[in-house]
C-alpha cells in the first residue's frame, strides 16, 4: 500500500467518524425536541428574557431612585396638568360677572345677526 492510499484509508476513516458524531448528535437533538416542543422552548427563553430584564430594571431603580421619583412626578404632572392648572386659575383669575343683558345688545348691534 503506497502513501496516497493510506491517507485516503486515514480520511474516510476520519469522515465516518464525523458522520456517526454527527447523527449521534442529530438523534439527541431530536430526541430532546419529542421530549420538549419547540413551543416551550421558546416560552421559556421568552421568560428567563423577560426576568433578566426586569432584573436589570429593578437594579437600575434602585441605583437612580432620585432619577426614578423625578420621572414620575413628571408623568403624573403631565397627566394632572388640566385639574391643576383649572385650579390656579380659579386661585389667581377673577371671574368677571357679565352685565345683564349684554349678549342681548351685542347681538341687536350687530349688523350680520338681525333679521
Do not use: C, H
Not at 430532546?32 to 431603580?61: C, N, Q
Not at 412626578?73 to 388640566?82: D, H, K, N
Amino acid at each position: 500500500m503506497n502513501a496516497q492510499d493510506i491517507r485516503l484509508a486515514e480520511d474516510r476513516a476520519l469522515r465516518d467518524s464525523a458522520l456517526r458524531l454527527f447523527k449521534s448528535d442529530l438523534a439527541l437533538v431530536r430526541a430532546d425536541l419529542k421530549e420538549r416542543g419547540v413551543g416551550s422552548r421558546i416560552a421559556d427563553r421568552i421568560g428567563d428574557g423577560t426576568m433578566d430584564m426586569v432584573d436589570d430594571a429593578v437594579d437600575y431603580a434602585e441605583a437612580n431612585k432620585g432619577k426614578l421619583a423625578a420621572a414620575v412626578a413628571a408623568v403624573v404632572l403631565w397627566f394632572a396638568r388640566g385639574p391643576i392648572m383649572d385650579g390656579l386659575k380659579r386661585l389667581f383669575v377673577e371671574e368677571r360677572a357679565e352685565p345683564e343683558g349684554i349678549a342681548d345688545r351685542l347681538k341687536a348691534l350687530n349688523p350680520f345677526t338681525r333679521e
